[in-house]
């Protein structure tokens, strides 16, 4: 779909990317269309799923989920069905902030957020370890982030 999109769009994409909550006056200001042609725009990108969702993009440490770790997991078989019913599983798992499968040692890699080095031991013992199909999770605790982008670099 990125080559369909002309100068304009890119543009209102990176606007809203920046803020999401932009009123489409002050949008349509930004971008140089009129309030009716921002809206009509929009309302395409949304339609076609240029535009997937709008969220809030919250502060982990104001919620007390200020402790991050990077999870590498390998699962005992590497079949369609186990990674059906590992992927299954780790979705409805609310600590996981991000989970892909990956090629090299492991088979998964996530991002977990937890309250402390405790909460995410509890996480580990309880949780993580119960996964269908897990043979081995290997972790690392994020001492900070370094880069921590939202926005795709529309250009």
């Known amino acids: 779909m990125l080559a369909e999109l002309d100068r304009t769009d890119r543009r209102i994409l990176q606007e809203l990317q920046r803020d999401g909550r932009v009123p489409n006056a002050e949008l349509a200001q930004r971008v140089g269309l ?18 997937a969702r709008y969220i809030a993009v919250l502060d982990p440490a104001k919620v007390g989920l200020s402790t991050s770790f ?17 992927e299954e599983k780790v979705r ?32 580990h013992s309880k ?18 982030p370094v880069v921590q ?4 670099p529309i250009q």
């Open 34 to 51: 009129s309030e009716s042609a921002c809206l009509r725009r929009v309302k395409a990108l949304e339609k076609s799923g240029v535009i």
């Open 70 to 86: 990077l999870v590498r997991l390998t699962l005992n078989r590497q079949t369609d069905r186990d990674f059906a019913a590992f």
């Open 92 to 123: 409805t798992v609310p600590e996981v902030m991000e989970c892909y499968l990956t090629t090299g040692g492991s088979d998964y890699v996530l991002r977990v957020v937890a309250r402390d080095a405790a909460d995410f031991e509890r996480l």
């Open 127 to 144: 949780v993580l370890t119960k996964l269908p199909g897990v043979a081995r999770v290997e972790s690392s605790f994020v001492l900070r």
């Open 149 to 152: 982008a939202v926005g795709l």
